[in-house]
């Protein structure tokens, strides 16, 4: 899809429910046109034409990113379609001492939280410096701050993700072209049934809705900042996490973390 607007166009992974969904509403909302890529088609298909009414052109590229070669699909897809807006938030946990979970779920992982990730950031990235202008989103967590007992995996992706988006943020600067790192603490969505844990007390208390989420993160995108960290107490937690001795932390993250 070449838009036939003058609007900018954005790339949604994960767009088929939670912070994705409502990242592509917030999208939408601000003047963007959207393709939308997840695995499920039929929500999405709500979603388009929901977003729509907004003004929005939309396209539907269904795409399974924990398959090994699920990017390199989804980039051939696109085609000649000029991305200026991708946001990498397709993402993927489980909970659980790390020996009780099988490989390959941890494989499914890592290909959709770092591999599949840093294949659309490698492709469309080039595009963007030729036009000299474009946002890059990567989509991480406040578990990234920390290690985390008990979701070992899926904090340590995210910790990649992070420091791959800062990296980033620094290399290209003054290109033209932006990278932000958005990290949503417990959020509510469909994420804790998938990753196979319930949030604890901690955890619901301080839960956010996935549309408040993406207000946060769009204003992010849209002011430039580099880390974009979702509410002050996530805010607080992640300095704590930063700066406190491990020795402290790790306990009480493996006390605060979804239990099983």
């Given at each position: 899809?070449q838009?036939?607007?003058?609007?900018p166009?954005?790339l949604v992974?994960?767009a088929?429910?939670?912070?994705g969904a409502?990242l592509?509403?917030?999208?939408?909302?601000h003047?963007?046109?959207?393709?939308?890529?997840?695995?499920?088609?039929?929500?999405m298909?709500?979603?388009?034409?929901?977003l729509?009414r907004?003004?929005?052109?939309?396209?539907?590229?269904?795409?399974?990113?924990?398959?090994?070669?699920?990017?390199?699909a989804?980039?051939?897809?696109l085609?000649?379609?000029?991305?200026d807006v991708?946001?990498n938030?397709?993402g993927?946990?489980?909970n659980?001492?790390?020996?009780?979970?099988?490989?390959?779920?941890?494989?499914e992982?890592?290909?959709?939280?770092?591999?599949a990730?840093?294949?659309?950031?490698?492709?469309?990235?080039p595009?963007?410096l030729?036009?000299r202008?474009?946002?890059?989103?990567?989509?991480?967590?406040t578990?990234?701050?920390l290690?985390?007992?008990?979701?070992?995996?899926?904090?340590?992706?995210?910790?990649?993700?992070?420091?791959?988006?800062?990296?980033?943020?620094?290399?290209?600067k003054?290109?033209?072209?932006?990278?932000?790192?958005l990290?949503?603490?417990?959020t509510?969505t469909?994420?804790?049934?998938?990753?196979?844990g319930v949030?604890t007390?901690?955890?619901k208390?301080r839960?956010m809705?996935?549309?408040k989420v993406a207000?946060?993160?769009y204003a992010?995108?849209?002011r430039?900042a580099?880390v974009?960290?979702?509410?002050?107490?996530?805010?607080?937690?992640?300095?704590?996490?930063s700066?406190?001795?491990?020795?402290?932390?790790?306990?009480?993250?493996?006390r605060?973390?979804?239990?099983?």
């Amino acid at each position: 899809m070449q838009s036939s607007s003058n609007r900018p166009l954005a790339l949604v992974t994960g767009a088929s429910s939670g912070i994705g969904a409502a990242l592509a509403r917030e999208l939408a909302r601000h003047g963007h046109d959207l393709v939308l890529s997840a695995r499920r088609r039929e929500p999405m298909e709500t979603l388009a034409a929901e977003l729509r009414r907004f003004g929005a052109e939309v396209r539907i590229v269904p795409a399974d990113l924990a398959a090994p070669g699920g990017a390199a699909a989804l980039v051939a897809k696109l085609g000649e379609t000029a991305v200026d807006v991708l946001i990498n938030n397709a993402g993927l946990g489980a909970n659980g001492p790390f020996a009780r979970i099988a490989a390959a779920r941890h494989d499914e992982i890592m290909q959709v939280n770092i591999v599949a990730l840093t294949e659309l950031t490698q492709a469309l990235l080039p595009g963007m410096l030729a036009r000299r202008r474009g946002t890059i989103v990567l989509v991480s967590s406040t578990a990234s701050f920390l290690p985390c007992p008990n979701m070992a995996v899926y904090a340590a992706s995210k910790a990649y993700i992070r420091h791959l988006g800062e990296a980033l943020a620094q290399e290209l600067k003054g290109t033209g072209v932006a990278v932000n790192v958005l990290c949503p603490g417990a959020t509510a969505t469909e994420f804790f049934a998938i990753a196979g844990g319930v949030p604890t007390g901690l955890q619901k208390n301080r839960m956010m809705s996935a549309d408040k989420v993406a207000r946060i993160g769009y204003a992010g995108l849209a002011r430039g900042a580099r880390v974009t960290v979702a509410g002050w107490i996530n805010r607080v937690l992640a300095f704590v996490a930063s700066h406190g001795p491990h020795a402290v932390t790790l306990p009480l993250a493996q006390r605060t973390l979804a239990q099983d």
